[in-house]
Structures are given as structure tokens and as C-alpha cells.
């Protein structure tokens, strides 16, 4: 029988103090929420291991939640004030969006598989967690019925951003994407500031891909 809690401890200790994870608002937040919560009932016992967890059905497009390390560097280069309204960008079963649920003001979950969705709502509902909101549609063309947000988080690796996510950034608000492929990709943070949106390279991470977030294909005879 797994001790979760104790699992939990060990993975903010030795998994997430280890990457430079700092500030105690992130740890607290990773040592609250119950991972295995968010886990297929079949990979619970693994939920605390420092690895990606497959969440999606089997025959549709591979979708994680993920590993908590860089998870929680992410988390903490977007500096989450208890008042911001943050867009969490693919949010599989709900577990990125309950870790900031405990940073910010409120947050809306974004996902694009209506079956995920629904698996995050039950989540969330479970742990009585009422500052997130699940919506569905299309990843890349973000929720402007509710924008603008002070804070943006693409839950795995993408090739660019588009501009509908751009323009749902606030003034002064953060865009947190880790931008590439493989052991080259970096985590970027784009900040909106007097009206135009900058971006600059923070750290090299490795995370899996978000889909439908790919450069379009340059037209060639």
C-alpha cells in the first residue's frame, strides 16, 4: 500500500527543492495537492515517480500530466499573485490548474478532449477546489471570453505561440511556454508591457509536446 502523503513529501523534497524550486507558496502548493488524484486509477501507485503520467485514452493523441519538476520551475517563473486570473493551456486531468489554484485569484482550464475535461472537472470537484473553471475548445485559440490574464501556462512543449494566446495577455501579464523540441528547448516567459509583448529565454527544459502547436509548413515549389 502506497503512503501518498509521504510519496508527496519525498517528491517536493527530492524532485522539486532539487531543480531550484525556491519559493514556498510553489512547495506548498506541490505538498498539498494529491497527484494521485489526477492519475489513472491503474498508474496511482506511480503517481509520485519523476515522470511524465500518460492521462489520455488509448488511440488518441498521447496527453501527460507533467513530471513535476519542471512543472513546478514553470509554476514559479510565472510569480502567481493571489489576485491573478491565470489561463491554464492544456490542462489534462486537472492537475496543473490545482496547483495554481492555490496561487491565484482564479483560473481557467483549458482543454481540448471533452473526455479530460470532464475527468478534470470530477477532480477538482472532488477536492473541492472552486476557483477553476473548465472549459473546452481548441488549445491554440485560447478562452477569450474570458481575457484578458494576468498569467498563461502551456502545459507542455510547443513550436510557437499563437497570436490569439498574445492577445489574451493583460498589461504586464506573462506568457510561461517551453518553446522546442527535446534536450534544446527552452522555457520562455513573454511579458506584455505598454501594449507590445516581449519574450527571453529563462532555462533549458525537456517536457512533452503539446499538440497543435507546430511552426506552419513554409510553401515550397
Known amino acids: 500500500m502506497v503512503d501518498f502523503a509521504k510519496a508527496r513529501t519525498t517528491m517536493v523534497d527530492c524532485q522539486i527543492r532539487t531543480v531550484d524550486v525556491t519559493e514556498y507558496d510553489v512547495l506548498d502548493a506541490f505538498a498539498a495537492v494529491p497527484r494521485e488524484t489526477f492519475a489513472p486509477d491503474h498508474l496511482k501507485p ?19 500530466v507533467m513530471e513535476p519538476g519542471p512543472l513546478a520551475k514553470l509554476v514559479q517563473l510565472a510569480e502567481v499573485q493571489s489576485t491573478d486570473k491565470v489561463l491554464d493551456v492544456g490542462t489534462t486531468t486537472g492537475y496543473s490548474a490545482a496547483i495554481l489554484s492555490r496561487l491565484a485569484g482564479s483560473v481557467v482550464a483549458l482543454e481540448s478532449d471533452d473526455g479530460l475535461a470532464a475527468t478534470a472537472r470530477a477532480n477538482l470537484t472532488a477536492l473541492d477546489i472552486s476557483n477553476v473553471e473548465v472549459v473546452v475548445g481548441p488549445l491554440t485559440e485560447g478562452f477569450a471570453a474570458k481575457a484578458p490574464y494576468d498569467v498563461i501556462l502551456l502545459e507542455g512543449a510547443v513550436e510557437v ?40 529565454p ?20
Open 202 to 221: 529563462v532555462f533549458n527544459t525537456s517536457v512533452r509536446t503539446l499538440p497543435g502547436f507546430a511552426k506552419p509548413k513554409a510553401f515550397s515549389f
Open 46 to 64: 506511480l503517481a509520485y515517480i519523476d515522470e511524465d503520467i500518460l492521462v489520455s485514452a488509448p488511440g488518441s493523441a498521447p496527453r501527460y
Open 161 to 200: 505561440i499563437p497570436p490569439a494566446l498574445i492577445d489574451q495577455i493583460g498589461e504586464g501579464g506573462r506568457i510561461i511556454a517551453v518553446v522546442g523540441a527535446g534536450l534544446a528547448a527552452k522555457a520562455m516567459i513573454y511579458t506584455r508591457s505598454g501594449g507590445s509583448v516581449s519574450g527571453r
